[in-house]
Every structure is written in structure tokens, then in C-alpha cells.
């Protein structure tokens, strides 16, 4: 008996050794190799690692590169390196992290500038934060979504009383090069009464993050915002991210009550980063190159916008769509179209006339003013298009002469009425112009008018 007791003894003696030297053995760590690289994707055997996972591609005499798993073919992993290729050999090992990029998110944000992956790039030193939450966001029930029923002011005179914008609604900045969506982004930073703005900034030149910042952001609009940039010199992998990093904080803010205006410029940037990486993956292009992925990635980008529950935050969201060679019918622009609560359209031709903002009334629209509008300012604005409508159909007749005064009513008021309205709609960069102060001015413009030579009032009476 007192030999079994022992040997009891010993083993239990032995087990609990074991058990104390188990908590000290390193976790058994998987290596791949890399056994090929084509442009910028890498691939990767050896290795299994689900979709979005950081890994460490490591060569002899240079530094760790990030990338991220991004596709798969068999036993083949393909990856996107986040930031330069230099120094990648054969043969190089592959080190799955476990980890996947996630936003910080938090009060101390405000006034901070960061890049895709979530790292300080204003010099102003580390970032604090709350929280870390996933790129890829919460999908929000229709049916939990409260309605839009409050317009925003957005500082800027034309979009306030001809294409109101309600809280949570989701718009589209169709422009070509240079017609001036950037100065009107940063209007609507500067003069919005949003709680937070989050400014994305995809894809666009490098120098232009600073001067955005400096010169049309300016000091008060940076108090109340966060800006992710992701310049066009990142990779395909980082713009995807700083688009993702944007929606997700301005998510965040949403979430604790507020009311945020969410500017992402541009929404086709981040279509060309898709395509990039895409088509580097092997999957084939479909219309004008860009593969089926694409219209997958917009709506999914832009669904995560809106309003949260009742009683809830909201995120209204500008999101710039540059339509190449002025073509809305750009595939991009037509798909952003589809999917969006509606479009502000710049025009070249405005701007060559000194006409700023040159938003196009006639080709702009919002689908959601019928909502929030009273049916006074609906008409007073239906008949104001209709005016300057009129105009530009006659623009031709008008110039050379050739249309003789009093042949078509119209016409006439269109005649008598076009100053005044360009008058109106244009505005100062400078210049804020609150929404009751717009309002003010549209009706008393609409009222003097009628009183006008050539102009149909209500009454239908021309005053001669």
C-alpha cells in the first residue's frame, strides 16, 4: 500500500512539474516562402491565412515588409504589399501576424491626420484612442434606420435651396479635373452645422492633402474634423483602407449621437485602387476594365452611410465622383449614380464663365428634398430651374440676336431673369451663408421678380 502511495506521489509530483513547464513553451509559429512576384502581388506558399491577414515578408539585410493576404488559388496565398517593395528576394519567408488593420477611433481624433493604416502623418505625436474597431464595419437593418426628416445646412447657398440635404443622406460631387470640387469641400467643412466632419481623402496628388488642410480647410474647420489620407503614391491596398478608416470613424461618431458629414474625395479612386488590385489577382475585367468587384465594392462603401437608429447620430455623406473627360456616363459615375441619394454636378463650362460654385442646377438633383422641403419652397424652386432652363435652351438665339423680344413669354422671363439668379446662385469661398439666410434671399429673389418686365408672376399676368 505504501508503495502505491508513492508512486502516486511521484507521478502527481511529475504531472505538476510538467504542467509549470508547459506555460513557458513559445507558440508554434508558421512560415511560408515566397515563390513568386508580378507587378505588385506576391505569392505565397506554405501558409494558410484567411482574407484581410497582416503578414511579414522578410529578406536577408533589409527591413520587414506589411502585406496583406488579399486572394488565394490552391496552395497559394496571393499578398499586396502596404508600402514598397524594395529589397524582396526569392525565396523570402512569409510570417503570418494573426492580425488584421483595424481604426482607431475616438474624441482625441479631432483635428489629427492619419493614413490608412491608422499612423499619425501631422507630426503632432502619438494618437490616443478609445477603441479599435474593424474596417469592414457593422451592417446596418433597413428597417432600424431612421428616416430623413431634418435638412443640413451646409453653408453653401445654391445646395440649400435647390438641392436641400437631409441628415443621412448620401450624395454624389460629379466633376471632371479642375472645376472646383475641392474648394467646394471645403466650404461644406467650414460652414456645416454637422457636430463632426471626417474628411476622406483617396487617391488624390500628395501636395494637395496639405494644401487642402492649410489653405481650404483652415484652422476652424480642422477643430471639428479627422482627415484620412491615402495619397495616389500609396498602394491599391492603403486607398482601400483610408476609405474604410474614414467610414469606420465617421461610424464611430455616429454611434455616440452625433451628427457627421462624411466628404470622401473620390469615391472613383477608390474604384480604381479595387480594380487595381483586382485584376493584379487575376480576375477579369468586365466594363471598361474594371472587374465585376468594383460595383460589388461601391455600394457596400456607401450603404455604410446614413442614419443609425431612431433617435440615433447620422452621417451625410459628399462623396466626389470624377467623371473622365466630363463623360457622365463614365461606368463609376453611372454605378455611383444608381446607388446614391442624389447628385451635385460641377461644370466646366460655369467655371470658364466665372461662375463658382459652378454647380449645374439643371443636372443636379436631390432625391430626398420632396421629404424635407415644404411644398412653398419645393415650387419656388421647381420654377427657378425652370427659368434658368429656359435660358439655356434659348442660350443660342439669345446670343447671336436672333430671338426678337416679346414672341415667346418664356423666354422673355428668362431674359429679364437670368442676372439675378446668377447672381444667387453664385457665392464666395469665403463666404458662409447659413441656411435661413439663404431661404430669405430665394423667396424675396422669387418676389421682387415678379414685379419684373417680362416676368410671369403666380397670377399668370405678364407686367409689360
Known sequence: MDSDQSRLKRINHRLTAAQGRSGTVIPFQVEGRLVRMVGLTLEASGIQAPIGTRCLIESPNTPSIEAEVVGFSGERVFLMPTGTTQGISPESRVIPTGKVYQAPVGDHLLGRVIDGAGTPLDGKGPLLFDEERPLTGKMVNPMDRAPIEQPLDVGVRAINTMLTVGRGQRMGLFAGSGVGKSVLLGMMTKYTTADI???????????????????????????????????????????????????????????????????????????????????????????????????????????????????????????????????????????????LDGHVVLSRRLVESGHFPAIDIEASISRVMPQIADQEHQLTARRLKRIYSTYEKSRDLISVG???????????????????????????????????????????????????????????????
Open 197 to 339: 466632419i471626417v474628411v476622406g481623402l483617396i487617391g488624390e496628388r500628395g501636395r494637395e492633402v496639405k494644401e487642402f488642410i492649410d489653405q481650404i480647410l483652415g484652422a476652424e474647420g480642422m477643430a471639428r474634423a479627422v482627415v484620412v489620407a491615402a495619397p495616389a503614391d500609396t498602394s491599391p491596398v492603403m486607398r482601400l483602407h483610408g476609405a474604410s478608416m474614414a467610414s469606420t470613424i465617421a461610424e464611430y461618431y455616429r454611434d455616440q449621437g452625433k451628427n457627421v458629414l462624411l466628404l470622401m474625395d473620390s469615391l472613383t479612386r477608390y474604384a480604381q485602387a479595387q480594380r487595381e488590385l483586382a485584376l493584379a489577382i487575376g480576375e477579369p475585367p468586365a466594363t471598361k476594365g474594371y472587374p465585376a468587384s468594383v460595383f460589388a465594392k461601391i455600394p457596400q462603401l456607401v450603404e455604410r452611410a446614413g442614419n443609425g437608429s431612431e433617435g440615433g447620430g447620422s452621417i451625410t455623406a459628399f462623396y466626389t465622383v470624377l467623371t473622365e473627360g466630363d463623360d457622365q456616363q463614365d461606368p463609376i459615375a453611372d454605378s455611383a449614380r444608381a446607388i
Open 402 to 464: 436672333a430671338y426678337s423680344k416679346g414672341t415667346d413669354p418664356a423666354i422673355d422671363e428668362a431674359i429679364t431673369m437670368i442676372a439675378p439668379i446668377n447672381h444667387f446662385l453664385q457665392q464666395s469661398m469665403d463666404q458662409k451663408v447659413t441656411f435661413e439666410e439663404g431661404m430669405n434671399t430665394f423667396k424675396t429673389l422669387m418676389t421682387q421678380t415678379d414685379h419684373l418686365p417680362g416676368v410671369i408672376p403666380a397670377n399668370g399676368q405678364v407686367v409689360q
